[in-house]
């Protein structure tokens, strides 16, 4: 199932089960969708999608921190509810192992040899790993492997 026809069932799921805080996470989802694709003048694919999402998740995870730092446990816990819908349309993550697997590929398939190299390694690394992984832990592992 797309993707998008996913979020509308929950969505649906969520009205009829009178689940106002899951139901306002799907809403703020399809809102910064139809953003997207009012800006571009396009309906978005599959992947950008994804990156919608993703971006939702860590704009999410840094509030959770902020939060927690000034002591406001109550608004982090609204945070975290909302990350844990997110989470459930994104695709499974990665683990350390397979993370740092595919890094080794995207190395050795690009032919990088020093940190000049580093963007045609994430070209590859990034349809592979949207959504699934902390694209700052893959920049990480990067240059370890390039260093």
Do not use: C, H, W
Not at 99 to 115: Q, W
Request: proline content about 3%; cysteine-free.
């Amino acid at each position: 199932m797309e993707l998008i026809e996913r979020l509308k069932d929950e969505q649906k799921a969520a009205m009829k089960a009178k689940d106002k805080p899951r139901l306002g996470t799907i809403r703020l989802v399809m809102a910064a969708i139809k953003q997207q694709e009012v800006d571009g003048q396009k309906t978005l694919n599959e992947d950008e999608i994804l990156a919608v999402l993703t971006k939702m998740v860590k704009q999410r995870r840094d509030s959770v921190a902020q939060y927690q730092s000034a002591g406001r446990d109550d608004l982090a816990d609204v945070e975290t509810a909302e990350i844990a819908v997110l989470e459930e349309f994104m695709p499974q993550p990665l683990s350390e192992e397979e993370i740092t697997a595919l890094v080794k590929e995207a190395v050795a398939s690009s032919g990088a040899a020093s940190m000049q190299d580093m963007g045609k390694v994430m070209a590859i690394l990034k349809p592979q790993v949207q959504g699934r992984a902390d694209m700052g832990k893959i920049s990480q592992l990067v240059k370890a492997n390039l260093g």
